[in-house]
């Protein structure tokens, strides 16, 4: 089973940037469309970006022009470069990857939990 992995979560500052990395095993990663996810409290798990594997991408509108997906095929990694950060992208960020026509590549881990407050 493939196996993913958050990291680069953290505590920023209104405005700040922080850059999400989601490490993938498994040699599937590069023929699947993969996608950031957020959960904030009380709230359902959104999607927010997407990127597919010939780097096609998807943004939320609440993240447009402030967030930036990538992939980097020689290492199985997918970033979410997080710029001009607000309270409300307060959330624990997660990836997954797209089969059989859903977000369920792998079993969902313990995301990387971002905080944006000052």
């Known amino acids: 089973q493939v196996q993913l992995v958050e990291s680069g979560g953290g505590l920023v500052q209104p405005g700040g940037s922080l850059r999400l990395s989601c490490a993938a095993s498994?040699?599937?990663?590069?023929?699947?469309?993969m996608g950031w996810f957020r959960q904030a409290p009380g709230n359902q798990r959104e999607l927010v970006a997407s990127?597919?594997?010939?780097?096609?991408?998807y943004y939320a509108d609440s993240v447009k022009g402030r967030f930036t997906i990538s992939r980097d095929y020689a290492k199985n990694i997918v970033y979410l470069q997080m710029n001009n950060l607000k309270p409300e992208d307060t959330a624990v960020y997660y990836c997954?990857?797209?089969?059989?026509?859903?977000?369920?590549?792998?079993?969902w881990g313990q995301g990387t939990q971002v905080t944006v407050s000052s």
């Open positions: 990127i597919t594997s010939t780097v096609r991408t």
């Open positions: 997954n990857g797209l089969v059989a026509g859903k977000f369920g590549l792998s079993s």
């Open positions: 498994g040699s599937i990663f590069s023929t699947v469309t």
